[in-house]
Structures are given as C-alpha cells and as structure tokens.
C-alpha cells in the first residue's frame, strides 16, 4: 500500500518544524553554529531510513533554521544543501541502520568547514575544522540519531505509517 502525498507532506512539515526547535534550543546553549557545533537537530537526520518524507522536511527545517539563525546566503545554501546531501544518501543507504548517520556526518564534514572559511572568514584550517565539524555531527547524527533510530524502530509503522 503506498503511502498518501497528504501523509508525506505533512511528516515533512513535521519533521522541519522539530528541525527548526531543535536548532532553536541548541542556538540557546550557543551550540547550533561555528567551528564547533553540536546541533541536537541534526539527530533527526537519520530519519529518512524510515521515510523518503524526511528528504524534504530536513532540507526546510535546515534553510529555515539557518535564515532565522542570520546565516549569511552562503551558509543558507550551502549549509541546507549539505543537510539535502545527507538526507538523500541516508535515505539511499537505508538497507543497513548501522549506515544512517554517516552520509549527514560526512557531507557536513566535508561542506561546512569551506562555509566557515570563505562566508564567514573563520581563520582554523580546513582540516581542523573538518575534525571539529565532523566530532559535533558525530555527537549529534552518529550518537543522539542511532539512539533515536533505536527507539523509533520498535514503533516506525505506528509513527510513519507503511512506506514503500
């Protein structure tokens, strides 16, 4: 049975409205942006394993969050597309759980730290900050997102219906 577009749109809306909180809470702590970022929001990067509907729902709640952070465009769009990157290759990978968090840890390791340097000048080398991106996405989409992707599995057709 295939899922309805009604159902798909509004788990999109969804998941970017909970991308957008959550971005909204590690902002708080000073946490959701710089060399050194551990967006709790990234979490919910692993959730396309459980529906395509997340493709889009992180790519918004990702623009979104990084226009109401004051992100300047280039971090707007480069920073929404490395979160689209991840989320398509998680979505690609979804035959093996253990595989989820590694494309949103890998495209924001290898795309945010040229964000940092050329739209906002940050003056670390690129490998630092590849290692300091990458340990925040560790933390965020490797750690916090396997535990999510745990305790949803248990419940995925309650929480997401039949997929495809």
């Known amino acids: 049975m295939k899922k309805s577009p009604v159902l798909s749109v509004a788990q999109a809306a969804l998941i970017a ?15 959701a942006s710089g060399v050194i970022q551990v967006r709790i929001s990234e979490a919910l990067c692993i959730l396309p394993y459980f529906t ?21 465009i280039w971090d707007v769009i480069f920073g929404s597309l490395a ?16 595989l989820a968090p590694v ?8 795309i945010i730290p040229f964000v940092l340097r050329y739209a906002y000048g940050a ?4 490998w630092f900050m590849m290692a300091t991106v990458g340990a925040g996405e560790l933390i965020s989409a490797g750690i916090l997102g396997m535990l999510l992707l745990l305790a949803l599995e248990k419940r995925r057709h309650a929480v997401f219906g039949k997929t495809q």
């Open 103 to 110: 494309p949103p840890i890998v495209s924001n390791m290898l």
């Open 123 to 126: 003056p670390d080398a690129i």
């Open 17 to 31: 409205a909970m991308y957008v909180a959550l971005t909204a809470l590690s902002n708080a702590f000073g946490l």
């Open 52 to 72: 395509p509907a997340a493709i889009p729902g992180l790519f918004v709640g990702c623009l979104i969050s990084n226009v109401l952070a004051g992100g300047v």
């Open 83 to 98: 979160t689209l990157i991840g989320a398509v290759f998680t979505y690609l990978l979804r035959r093996v759980k253990w």
